[in-house]
C-alpha cells in the first residue's frame, strides 16, 4: 500500500508513523481480513481544518458537524475491496480519508491517549472502512471485529503493549 498526503492545514505531518501503516498494510498479517486487496491499493490522506472537515462530512453524508475522520472509495458505491483481486502491474487508488487534526488533538486529551496514537487510530480505521470494514458488520461480522482488528494494528503501530 501507498499513502499520499495532502497536508490543507499548518500540522506537521509524521513521515515515519504514515510509512509504518503502509508496512502494515503491505506486509503484515492484515490481508485475512482485507482478503488481500491492499497491498497494491494507494490511498489519498487530507488533512483538513475544523472547518474544512465540517464541509466534506456536509457534502458526503449531509451532516454539519466536525469529525475526525471520513473515507471516502473511489467507487461509492461499494467497498474498495469488493469482488476484485488486487492488479499486480499497477497502483489502485481505492479512495481518500479526510482527516482533522485539530478533533483528534481534542480526542486524544478526551481519551487519554497521545496525538500520534489518534492520529494512527483515524488514518487505519479510514483504510479499513476502505477494505469494506463498518461499523454494521465487517465482511460478515460484528462491528466489534472491525474494531478489534483496528486497535490490533494501533497496538503494532506505535509499539502499544496489548497485555492485559
Do not use: W
Not at 489519498?44 to 458526503?60: D, M, S, Y
Not at 469494506?132 to 472491525?146: C, I, N, T
Request: net charge negative; aromatic share 8%; with cysteine.
Amino acid at each position: 500500500m501507498k499513502i499520499k498526503v495532502f497536508n490543507e492545514t499548518k500540522r506537521n505531518v509524521d513521515k515515519e508513523l504514515i510509512g509504518r501503516i503502509e508496512e502494515i498494510f503491505t506486509d503484515g498479517d492484515i490481508f485475512r481480513e482485507t482478503e488481500n486487496c491492499l497491498k497494491e491499493a494507494f490511498v489519498n490522506i487530507i488533512l483538513l481544518t475544523e472547518l474544512g472537515i465540517v464541509g466534506v462530512n456536509r457534502e458526503v453524508f449531509g451532516k454539519s458537524n466536525q469529525t475526525d475522520v471520513i473515507s471516502v472509495n473511489s467507487d461509492r458505491r461499494k467497498p474498495a475491496c469488493a469482488g476484485r483481486q488486487t492488479a499486480k502491474s499497477k497502483k489502485i487508488l481505492v479512495g481518500e480519508i479526510y482527516i482533522c487534526p485539530d478533533v483528534i488533538e481534542k480526542n486524544a486529551k478526551q481519551f487519554g491517549s497521545t496525538y500520534r496514537e489518534e492520529f494512527a487510530r483515524v488514518v487505519i480505521h479510514g483504510i479499513l472502512h476502505l477494505a469494506g470494514f463498518d461499523h454494521k458488520k465487517a465482511f460478515g461480522e460484528s462491528e466489534e471485529k472491525m474494531f478489534e482488528v483496528q486497535e490490533r494494528l494501533v497496538s503494532e503501530v506505535v509499539g502499544l503493549s496489548t497485555e492485559v
